[in-house]
């Protein structure tokens, strides 16, 4: 069998995937709304299981858009020198809320390593290892950065139990193994081979360890790739986090504003949510916060702006970008002192595209 052969076939075996795992939640949800149209009656637990379903098939079918851009040999790298704890931090900063939800502890011990790797790349893989972790760890995950002693390679361990404690019994592995083969873990694969990481995972005796390793760790030589390749590299990048896959939250209450956005947005492969006031986005970012936040000018007062302090707090460079009643105006956080991004309604479609990529990348 040539490696042409295997290839295809693992392709193969990835959209069969893709497909089952979004038809899984999709029938659960049908299920529901069969009973809803028939009693005309649903609790606020299955409300929520059915938005939970909903969801979770919206979340796969995003990673199946992702790996079509891994398919294609369309993803063109962009490498830059990064402090890999700093990213590694500012996810798990954005993400804290949706951890302590679910009951999940975080523990990290990071040490200080700079890579050079594509930014956006590197974002999207730790994002997609903390929601395949949460997907399916027990009490917490533990987050280590370190070095291989020869060669000095930073590397990135991420460690749970998938399954409880007080079930010591191999009997679960055959349940828990399709769990930790799911699309997430896909996409972690597909996405650290892409940026030529060597990837080892190990599942012994209900626990998890998986290890990335960075073959380009940056030392004083920049060892792989040399200061003026990088250099170069980094200043023609323009978008250093992956907009695919990445959640917007848009607090819009009028119709006209939210297809103008929805329309800026269509070809960007993010996740996107309309709340129509900040009560309702407060509310919505309880059990985790999107990556950024896009507000017409409408609702911005008293309210939002200790909605927005609250975040600061939490996230100090969370990205929030303005919609103006009119206008063409296009300004980035920090241009003329302003506290965040700001952008007319006449060149919404030309220019939301733009700022998001520029405001998401201030963190790396």
Known sequence: MTAATTESERWHDLVSQVGSEIAAPLTAALERIHVLTATGKIDRAGLRALR??????????????????????????????????????????LRSRETQARGIALKPQLKSARVIVDGSLLFSLLNATLDWALANAHAHIEFTIDFKTWPAHARLTCRFAHRPADQPDESVTAAVQPRLDSLYWRLIEQTAWTMGLIVERKDISGITTLVLEFPKTAGDEMEGLSATEVDDASSQSGNSKALAGS????????????????????????LVDFVSSVDEAASFCKEGLPH????????????????????????????????????????????????????????????????????????L
């Open 292 to 363: 950024a936040i896009i507000i017409e000018s409408i609702q911005r007062g008293e309210r939002f702006a200790s909605f927005r302090d609250e975040i600061l707090a939490e996230v100090p460079d969370f990205v929030f970008i303005e919609i103006l009643e009119q206008g063409s105006t296009f300004e980035m956080s920090g241009t003329n002192g302003a506290a965040m991004a700001r952008i007319g309604r006449d060149v919404v479609l030309s220019s939301l595209p733009a700022a998001l990529m520029f405001e998401l990348s201030r963190g």
């Open 247 to 270: 959640h917007v939250l848009v607090v819009a209450s009028r119709r006209e504003v939210r297809v103008l956005i929805r329309d800026a947005l269509r070809n960007m492969s993010m």
């Open 52 to 93: 939970d379903e909903v969801e979770q098939a919206r979340q796969f079918g995003m990673i199946g858009q992702q790996l079509t851009r891994f398919a294609s040999g369309r993803v063109r790298q962009s490498h830059e020198v990064l402090q890999l704890e700093e990213v590694m931090n500012s996810v798990l900063a």
